[in-house]
């Protein structure tokens, strides 16, 4: 089953947005079926580096979109952004070195992380955006 589905409740109503976050929601769930199949690091590992590109490239998106139209939330923001992919580049670097392997709270961080910023930060500049033409 997978980890997360998505729901609606998750809708910023900027397409490109929601779009990418379908898109984590279900780089997530490959990474969390991985895990419970017991595929080895080195497999975890490419899979978790897809999901750690992918995330920054989303960010990256909304950083734009938001500075491109003076969000003014933008710096507390980018600082939630910031400071996921430091906890997320730990969780890579202990899976390489093999000091902490994946496991089921790892995935319900990353689940729970995502939702909450969805329906917490991500929500908020939907409404902002859309006021400046962003659909
Ligand atoms: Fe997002
Ligand atoms: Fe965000």
């Known amino acids: 089953m997978a980890l997360l589905s998505w729901s609606d409740s998750y809708r910023v109503n900027i397409k490109q947005i929601d779009d990418q976050h379908k898109k984590l929601i279900e780089m997530i769930n490959t990474l969390h079926d991985a895990m419970k199949v ?3 690091s080195q497999v975890l590992g490419e899979v978790l580096k897809s999901l750690i590109d ?3 490239s989303h960010f990256a998106t909304e950083e734009k ?46 689940k729970e992380w995502l939702v909450k910023h969805i329906q917490g930060e991500d929500k908020k500049y939907g409404p902002y955006l859309n006021g ?4």
């Open 54 to 56: 992918y995330t920054g």
């Open 65 to 110: 979109l938001m500075k491109l139209h003076n969000y003014p939330d933008y710096e507390h923001h980018k600082k939630e952004h910031n400071l996921l992919v430091m906890q997320v580049l730990d969780i890579q670097k202990n899976l390489q070195n093999g000091s902490a392997p994946l496991t089921q709270n790892i995935m319900s961080f990353l």
């Open 132 to 135: 400046k033409g962003v659909v």
């Open 38 to 40: 017991g595929k080895g």
